[in-house]
């Protein structure tokens, strides 16, 4: 039985968890830039970490995505989309896939030690006046990527709870569909049942005629030979 587009796309939450991992992937992009830009030190160990661990979590949700597609593929009778609609889902999943392996592989390939710039050469020397400014600069700058970066893991916290919940959601429209199309196996199959029931009977019906007439028959041509035997010998 095919589902009706208006009820598909009312159960339907793939681009509701479409935009959550967009917005998700926005805020781990933003880290990661961040992440590039901060020196070797524990604090971009830790924000590696998150990194990592939210990337593995958008990986999950496109998983997820990807069944739903593989379901949709599987049964295409049921559900009321178009292969333009189902190459451009799958187009989705495996452009941001991509990019996931692209920040994954550069998150683990360890970072080249910074080249020290003109302005530290000089600003290591004895005597510099302005040895203080640099240093205050840099740690300002370094305050400034923490702050920011720590606003993304944020977001991104936020986004994978959202994630979690359409995760969710789009796994139980996947139960209630599988369940939708065992109650239709369900009613077919009754109704198989019933017609090879029907069937017999008919059958049944047709062997007991046929011996009915057969019996019939068998009179007839029985009173027929006394008939013939009465008029033949009185």
């Given at each position: 039985?095919?589902?009706?587009?208006?009820?598909?796309?009312?159960?339907?939450?793939?681009?509701?968890?479409?935009?959550?991992?967009?917005?998700?992937?926005?805020?781990?992009?933003?880290?990661?830039?961040?992440?590039k830009l901060?020196?070797?030190?524990?604090?971009?160990?830790?924000?590696?970490?998150?990194?990592?661990?939210?990337?593995?979590?958008?990986?999950?949700?496109?998983?997820?995505?990807?069944?739903?597609?593989?379901?949709?593929?599987?049964?295409?009778?049921?559900?009321?989309?178009?292969?333009?609609?189902?190459?451009?889902?799958?187009?989705?999943?495996?452009?941001?896939?991509?990019?996931?392996?692209?920040?994954t592989t550069?998150?683990?390939?360890?970072?080249?030690?910074?080249?020290?710039?003109?302005s530290k050469?000089?600003?290591?020397?004895?005597?510099?006046?302005?040895?203080?400014?640099?240093?205050?600069?840099?740690?300002?700058?370094?305050?400034?990527?923490?702050?920011?970066?720590?606003?993304?893991?944020?977001?991104?916290?936020?986004?994978?709870?959202?994630?979690?919940?359409?995760?969710?959601?789009?796994?139980?429209?996947?139960?209630?569909?599988?369940?939708?199309?065992?109650?239709?196996?369900?009613?077919?199959?009754?109704?198989?049942?019933?017609?090879?029931?029907?069937?017999?009977?008919?059958?049944?019906?047709?062997?007991?005629?046929?011996?009915?007439?057969?019996?019939?028959?068998?009179?007839?041509?029985?009173?027929?030979?006394?008939?013939?035997?009465?008029?033949?010998?009185?």
């Amino acid at each position: 039985k095919q589902m009706s587009y208006s009820y598909f796309a009312a159960k339907d939450p793939f681009y509701d968890v479409k935009d959550e991992v967009t917005k998700s992937l926005k805020s781990a992009g933003a880290a990661f830039e961040k992440w590039k830009l901060l020196p070797d030190n524990g604090e971009i160990q830790r924000l590696r970490s998150e990194l990592l661990s939210e990337l593995s979590n958008i990986n999950t949700d496109l998983d997820g995505l990807d069944d739903s597609v593989r379901v949709v593929e599987d049964d295409r009778p049921s559900f009321p989309l178009g292969q333009a609609e189902i190459m451009a889902r799958k187009g989705f999943i495996d452009g941001n896939r991509r990019k996931l392996q692209d920040m994954t592989t550069q998150l683990n390939t360890p970072k080249p030690p910074p080249r020290p710039s003109n302005s530290k050469i000089a600003n290591n020397r004895p005597g510099n006046d302005i040895e203080y400014g640099y240093a205050e600069d840099g740690r300002q700058r370094q305050e400034q990527l923490d702050r920011e970066a720590d606003q993304n893991l944020d977001e991104i916290g936020k986004s994978a709870a959202r994630l979690g919940t359409l995760g969710k959601q789009i796994g139980d429209v996947v139960q209630e569909q599988s369940r939708l199309l065992d109650t239709v196996d369900e009613q077919v199959g009754e109704q198989h049942s019933r017609l090879k029931l029907v069937n017999k009977q008919i059958d049944k019906l047709i062997k007991d005629t046929s011996k009915g007439k057969l019996w019939t028959i068998g009179i007839l041509i029985l009173i027929m030979v006394v008939l013939l035997f009465l008029v033949t010998y009185t």
